[in-house]
């Protein structure tokens, strides 16, 4: 039984996120989504009181996703920096496959100041981001210098530009070339002189083979 209930609970995030993703969270109905998800409305509110409840359980399940690649990386020994990379194209690919993380943003975006959320998808973007960088920067893989910033306002200011990239409808094969070409000039302004062949900036390779090749392949 709570096997059932729990494959109930997932199969109304994923509907809930596919109707906030196409339509908008103010938009999107709960009758929507229970329909969307073959169910009734009142095996909807079993689950969840009120569309701020699914709504909130969407952004976590996309936190949840974005931890998860996260800790891939930390197991398969990838340097802090490189994993930094391999994030922002993991957020590009996801933005175009996975409609859980689209409408984490669009939630997010949408909603910023008018309710508060148990989960902000972008914060929690964000809070890797840093926690990532902040790991290079223990690691001693990045510049040194008079200032505490080391380049993190840079950093959030082209990572966060991903999403608004992405919403722009851009093909994913370009959005994966975009933001390659992001990394050439932002990776020099990261790490000291010299050091930037000690990281890829490219796609990973898929999944299957991503622990087989060098954390810090050129």
């Keep these: 039984m709570q096997a059932r209930s729990e494959r109930t609970r997932r199969a109304l995030v994923h509907a809930g996120a596919q109707m906030f993703d ?27 009181a009120s569309k701020d409840g699914l709504a909130d359980a969407v952004q976590e399940r996309g936190r949840q996703l974005l931890c998860d690649f996260v800790q891939h990386q930390w197991e398969a020994g990838a340097a802090p920096l490189q994993a930094l990379i391999d994030l922002t194209h993991w957020l590009a690919r996801a933005l175009h496959e996975d409609p859980v993380i689209r409408a984490g943003l669009r939630i997010t975006n ?70 390659q070409a992001l990394w050439q000039p932002l990776l ?25 090749h060098p954390a810090h392949a050129a």
């Design 188 to 212: 020099p302004a990261l790490v000291p002189p010299g050091h930037t062949t000690r990281y890829r900036t490219h796609p990973p390779a898929p999944a299957h083979s991503e622990t087989t």
């Design 22 to 48: 196409r339509h908008g969270y103010a938009s999107a109905t709960l009758g929507q989504i229970a329909g969307a998800a073959g169910m009734t409305k009142g095996a909807l509110y079993f689950h969840f």
């Design 110 to 179: 949408e909603c910023a100041g008018r309710r508060p959320a148990a989960t902000d998808f972008h914060q929690a973007w964000i809070t890797e981001v840093l926690r990532l960088h902040g790991q290079a920067r223990a690691a001693g893989d990045l510049r040194t210098g008079d200032g505490t910033d080391d380049g993190q306002t840079l950093l959030l200011a082209a990572v966060c530009g991903i999403g608004v990239l992405a919403a722009t409808g851009m093909p994913r094969p370009e959005l994966a070339h975009r933001i």
